[in-house]
């Protein structure tokens, strides 16, 4: 999510809301599938990125965002899942999120959920950011410490569709890039004093 401020969504998206129940990731062949056992499942592993024992973990200073693009994967249309869990005590707002349509570092878009009951979508162009969706409440996500939420993307073409607990919450028509495209996961720390982690236990993608 953007750190400061908020942009004009790019003028080839477009989103319309709905809200209905669908299962996690129906596709019948499984392309990629990690939870988290060790790391070998191609993502970058920094100094803030910890994959080991089931978890995939974001260390995150104060007022930070880390994302991470799976570098040895790239889809086409796909449906992607990942389950996040909610960091034990404090009140810091966090969010996690799934990326995709990405191109690189600099270049995806983003759907995440936050820790106080709101979602968001936004688009990283260029190392610029875009939000498209802005904070919305959704009943679907779950809030406490400990708790675990199943974030999904499925893209057809054009068109990207969000659910939260195999809820629906949203649809965006946008651009996909042309020649596949790679997916990953993002962490933010929106406490300005205190760092923070961000936890994901599996992702699965498929098609």
Not at 92 to 101: K, N, P, S, V, Y
Not at 158 to 187: C, E, H, M, Y
């Amino acid at each position: 999510m953007a750190r400061t401020g908020l942009g004009v969504a790019a003028a080839l998206l477009c989103c319309v809301g709905f809200v209905e129940s669908a299962p996690a990731c129906e596709g019948t062949q499984v392309v990629f599938e990690d939870k988290f056992n060790d790391d070998a499942g191609g993502w970058a592993i920094n100094q803030d990125v910890e994959v080991k024992d089931g978890s995939f973990t974001f260390r995150l200073p104060p007022d930070a965002m880390q994302s991470d693009l799976n570098v040895t994967y790239t889809v086409d249309d796909a449906d992607i899942c990942s389950e996040t869990v909610w960091p034990d005590g404090g009140s810091t707002i966090l969010g996690a999120g799934l990326l995709f349509w990405g191109e690189d570092n600099r270049n995806y878009l983003q759907f995440g959920v936050l820790n106080n009951g709101k979602f968001w979508i936004a688009r990283r162009q260029d190392g610029k950011w875009y939000t498209i969706v802005e904070n919305v409440d959704s009943s679907a996500i779950k809030v406490k410490p400990g708790e675990s939420n199943i974030l999904r993307v499925k893209t057809s073409g054009g068109v990207a569709t969000f659910f939260i607990n195999g809820t629906k919450v949203r649809d965006l028509r946008g651009q996909a890039p042309k020649g596949g495209w790679r997916f990953g996961l993002s962490g933010d720390n929106f406490d300005k004093a205190k760092d923070a982690r961000v936890v994901f236990k599996s992702v699965k993608v498929t098609d």
